[in-house]
């Protein structure tokens, strides 16, 4: 498996985000029949607390978005709607800090509890500070929308905070200048600069100090923490069945059964079982997703014979795959891969 393909396709993004753009959608009208038609998700996917989606997913859904509504600016309206608490403890974290420097500080230190394809970093200057975004896996054709849902958001947070609406900001975004630019000034409310080789928001020095309305040091102390344990579990590979799911995308030919899983994580068949359903999961859905991810992955980005697929997806018996993926996608593999 190259390393662009296993980046794209381990979870890395929370459901909330997922969830968000459906509520959306759903507000104007969609259903979900018509909003996932072409996606190869579904609704449930998106309940589980700890099913992270892989960027390759959440491509498919945004792509999908667009479409529906036509305007490629969405991101900017998820992003400027979604509430403080739909960020989790990151949120709380962010609301109740001190000052907007301690707020600044935060979200450059756990963006990536929640979203997981970029990473945030913040340089501190005598006259300034700048925040700048870098995608740890490239964003390729979402990177418009994603980077828009990240300054609608930020804007949307220091305006939530502070008792004066801030816009002595310089905002530069990685992409092309659009046609519809003037729709980011007037969303944002200060001019965006395009074409730079990073997303940076420049912040004068002196708006460090910018009191936080609603600050609360016990609340901020208490979501730092929750903020902690999230990083640390990330860094030690997420929830457990986000290090399945990543362990099953590094499997080829052969996937390990639900005892041999269970060994590899130390304990007994019962207890992965048990850990996996406390996580609203189980081995079986996770290998299936693993499975149908790739299948289709193979199908459409590479030429690779169905034959060579099914071998690589532990399938001995081509004519058995070509049934799960029926089963799957409600068409055969050749179908697919044609476009039909």
Known sequence: MSIQMA???????????PRLLCAHLHSRGFDNATIFEGTRLHWEQLLGEHRYLSLEQMSRLIRRSIELTGEPW???????????????????????AADLGAVLRVLSRFVGVRFQPVTVHLREEPERV?????????LEEVREYVNGAVLATFFHLIDTVTSRRLRDLVVSMP?????????????????????????TIEVPAALLATPCLTSDP????????????QLRQLQSGGPLSQRIGVQLLECEGHYPSLDEM??????????????????????????????RELAAWYLLETTQPVERIAEKLGYQDPSNFSRTFQRWFGTTPLRM????
């Not at 980046?7 to 985000?17: D, F, K, M, Q, V």
């Not at 609340?219 to 902690?228: F, G, I, K, S």
């Not at 068949?269 to 996580?279: G, V």
């Open 262 to 291: 269970a060994a590899r994580h130390a304990m007994s068949r019962r207890t992965l079982i048990r850990k996996l359903k406390e996580e609203g999961s189980s081995y079986q859905e996770l290998l299936d997703e693993v499975r």
């Open 74 to 96: 969405l991101g900017l309206d998820i992003g400027g709607v979604t509430s403080v608490s739909a960020h989790g403890p990151l949120g709380f974290a962010v609301v109740s």
């Open 130 to 138: 700048v925040l700048t975004m870098e995608e740890e896996e490239d």
């Open 337 to 340: 891969r044609k476009g039909g």
């Open 7 to 17: 980046a794209r396709l381990r979870p890395a993004i929370h459901p909330t985000y």
């Open 175 to 199: 992409t092309p200048e659009p046609e519809w630019a003037e729709v980011y000034t007037e969303k944002l409310g200060c001019p965006v600069r395009f074409g730079t080789s990073a997303l």
């Open 218 to 229: 016990g609340l901020h102390r208490t979501a730092l923490r929750d903020c902690e344990h």
